[in-house]
């Protein structure tokens, strides 16, 4: 009789997106049934600990991002790929509407060899599907350290009673 395997699926994992302004793909996230949580902060970049000042106006390097933490049996890592390509335009270099800046670059972090190849087949995918007029140019990278922005941007939208960001 072989003994039972003790390598059981994690409960809980983490996803990494920066899709622009982190204030509607977080609110978007979290409507995602199998999302335990979800923060915004900052990845990517050189400094340690920006503050979002830093972000915005100095050389940073890094990209406003929102950190997922999901259920697997709940929501498929690509279920919430998909979502991120729904909820911005993955063919804008370092912009999205009017938001303009490295800071607001279409990325995704990951944080494991499996995700890896899920973003990079879905991107593929919708480029051999022509699903988008102009190339898609998100990046695909090992997820850095997460620096977790200041409280006044988790959940900003919620705190304000609003569903999105207006532009």
């Known amino acids: ?9 994690p409960s809980t994992m983490l996803a990494t997106f920066g899709a622009g302004c982190f204030w509607g ?3 978007k996230f979290r409507k995602i049934d ?7 902060g900052y990845a990517g970049g050189r ?6 000042k830093q972000v915005c106006y100095e050389e940073t390097g890094h990209a406003e991002v929102v950190q997922v933490q999901y259920d697997p ?27 303009v800046g490295d800071q607001y670059r279409t990325v995704i972090f990951f944080h494991s060899p499996e995700q890896e190849r899920i973003a990079r087949d879905t991107i593929q ?8 007029r102009r190339p898609i140019v998100t990046q695909v990278l090992p ?18 009673g609003l569903e999105t960001c207006a532009h």
């Open 25 to 27: 793909p977080e609110a």
């Open 73 to 99: 049996a709940k929501v498929s890592y690509q279920a919430l790929v998909d979502a991120f390509f729904a909820m911005h335009d993955p063919t804008q270099v370092n912009r999205q509407g009017p938001d």
């Open 143 to 160: 997820a850095p350290t997460f620096w977790r922005a200041e409280e006044y941007h988790q959940q900003y939208l919620k705190k304000r």
């Open 125 to 132: 995918r919708l480029t051999e599907a022509k699903r988008y």
């Open 1 to 9: 009789m072989t003994p039972p395997s003790t390598g059981s699926a």
């Open 34 to 40: 199998g999302v335990l949580d979800s923060a915004v």
């Open 47 to 52: 400094t340690e600990n920006p503050t979002y």
